[in-house]
């Protein structure tokens, strides 16, 4: 890539508020870069949709991000990642990265027994895709999954310091007890958010975060392949939003630790194969 | 209308499963009508999404009911109704009823302290319309609204005899502490489904089930307009979805208390003003 090429935006796709953890991570692994994040928030959670809809969802969005002129694709969605990645890097002439690859290489890094356990939502369990993940790093582990559906609700209603949290951590993790397991992967961009809590429940278990471990498989790409800016400071953070709720405002404000001034509101659609946008500016939110 | 037209099938829409607790309740308040019911589970949850986004799926999902030819459309969905519902009965020549007038009217005759609680998604709770439907019918009552988003998940999580559940419900049920309400409108159709949960933490106050409410409406729309049908038994249900998940189906299936055997998918469009769709029969689930 020339000069003019490196200065393109990396975009940061998620269905709703969590995938910011993603592009904080990578914001904080590589400051002078520029992100366009879009959130499809007309459509989450892709956890509970089928197959079919996140995959038409993804194509709609990664079209318009490739509009944007980007220059990597992050999928930040471990939903989208598990169901729709492998069709969607076929399609594309630039790199993606999803969420999933670079958890399962962490966690079969660090874990000793090779037991490890996987927490997400409905959809990225019943997907399988850890497992095929962590197996084709290694398929002498022993994988432990398990659905656990109402983290994200009680993120976004802002519990996490609530008794009902630890009590439902609790109640899903009893699920691990007999499996022995060294290692936790957070199959979900909002986990990030209750790491501590999380801790708190599994004691001494290695947690993998996938939001850390994604921006440094970015990093190290840029480093591979000299996709890095030539030029100083990128512009920040632009973001697109398929819907504006005040909740992605106030969450987004706690992962990103600044306040959040403009976003803008697309509309995208699918049809036939060709995706079409409009752009409204949802205009200053302050 | 003639013979022909009070055989056509009553119009039952939610953005997901829980809009047949109010299609239930009107089969048992009469049982020889035929019901088409739509659940828009593309879009699902409604209550975190905008009003503009809110509106847009409603009436695209309104259109694909006209086009099944139903002689009266029933909101089953407190935030379509209480976003949308005043636009659209202005929009169609058929009958439109919606959950809160009918629960607003209820709560409004069974209080006798005038001191009346509601709680529902934060998109129905935010829009004012219970408070605004309340007033309407009295204005002297006085009006305590809570937003209680984790309730919905807990139940499709199936957690209704979970500790867990009577935790929440306690947390936030202190809202209404100091409040000295006897009546307690359950402005959300799932809610039906932990009645008894909430009236172990609300004690002796009056429950308003809107599910109830809305189906004696509809009796008593029929009864005085001679809407109902003429000829026997109708054909029970039909169901429309814009996405299919198994969680539908088992959730669905305890509400209806009887097997789903088949559902049909639906793409619904809107663009333009004008909604195109496109029918793909999913099949046996059996």
Redesign the interface.
Known sequence: MNNCDTDRPIGVFDSGVGGLTVAAAIKKALPGESIVYLGD????PYG???G??VLDFTRAAVNFMLGRGIKLLVIACNTATSVAMHIIEKELDIPVIGVIEPGAQSACSVTENGRIGVIGT?GTIKSGAYERALKKKNASVSVFQKDT??LV??I??G?IG???LK??LE?YFTFFNSTSIDTMVLGCTHYPLIRRQIQEVTGSVHIVDSAETTAAAVKSLFENHRLGRSSEAGVGYEIFLT???D?FRSVGEKILQRKIDTVTTVTL?Y?NGRVMYRENLYGELV
Do not use: F, I, Q
């Open positions: 928030l007309l459509h989450l509970s949709k089928s079919k809809a409905t559906p109402l609700p009680l976004e209603e519990w609530h008794p009902v009590m439902v109640e819907d504006y709720t909740n659609r049809s």
